[in-house]
């Protein structure tokens, strides 16, 4: 696990500058903290939007775990955070509980954007519940993220497209959503593997998205299947296909 570190803004390759830079970029500027637990893919947004000059973008700091990022976070009082979902020590709603003064501080808020590789309603709705400004996928480009980035800064919301319909029915709803005791049986890495298994994603897909060996996607799915009582990837994408989790 890689300690957390203070950014130093270097510039990434020339040609994801001129793609990822919006006109006017260099005549504002943001303070950012990346939150992701794969040193590669903060290693490619870095690349991607921390070119200050280009991007009016200050990559001021990385963690890669809850504690970690509540750390950063702290000593760096950025503007926003690029926000994981899913993080070792409790997910990005850990980090918002625990970030919840910095959010409320009428001074120098410091505003999340949730960046993930899910795009499962139940992980779009819980992290805005803690506190998030938007949400937006890993299929995002360098440019709409720059943008997102100084948007959420402003204070608007931002979301995905198709992400921002899962928020409107939710806070459309008095009720509360009901409690689904065998899903809170599974940790986040389980439940994101549930997802692509009931998807169809074979195992080394499933690796290759999620960054992980095959042999622990073995290990997730064995968990899954113990911890719901199932015999087979049939029955799960079934369960999985219920709950409307695919």
């Known amino acids: ?3 957390p570190t203070e950014a130093n803004g270097t510039a990434g390759p020339a040609e994801a500058a001129e793609a990822g830079a ?23 947004v870095q690349a991607e939007i921390g070119q200050t000059e280009q991007t009016g973008v200050e990559v001021v700091g990385e963690a890669a775990d809850v504690d970690q990022a509540v750390t950063v976070i702290t000593a760096t009082r950025p ?19 625990r970030c919840a003064a910095l959010m409320g501080d009428t001074d120098q808020p410091v ?6 590789v899910s795009d499962a309603a139940e992980d779009v709705i819980g992290v805005i519940r803690g506190g998030a400004r938007g949400y937006v996928t890993k299929t995002i480009t360098g440019t709409d ?6 948007r959420v800064q402003e204070g608007d919301a931002v979301f995905s497209p198709r992400l921002a319909g899962f928020v409107l029915d939710a806070f459309a709803s008095t009720d509360a959503p009901p409690v689904d005791e065998d899903l809170d049986r599974l940790t986040q890495r389980e439940r994101e593997v ?35 009582q199932l015999s087979n990837r049939h029955e799960l994408t079934r369960w999985a296909t219920a709950r409307r989790l695919v």
């Open 1 to 3: 696990m890689s300690e």
């Open 194 to 228: 549930l997802r692509l298994i009931a998807r169809g994603y074979a195992y080394k897909e499933i690796a290759k998205q999620l960054f992980i060996s095959v042999k622990t996607v073995e290990s997730h799915v064995s968990a899954v299947l113990r911890k719901l």
């Open 111 to 116: 505003r999340f954007l949730a960046l993930s």
């Open 79 to 97: 503007e926003v955070v690029l926000l994981d979902v899913h993080l070792p020590g409790g997910g990005g709603v850990e980090v918002l509980r």
């Open 145 to 150: 993220l720059v943008d997102s980035i100084f």
């Open 22 to 44: 919006p006109a006017g970029a260099g005549r504002r500027h943001v303070r950012v903290v990346l939150v992701d637990d794969h040193r590669m893919f903060r290693t490619g």
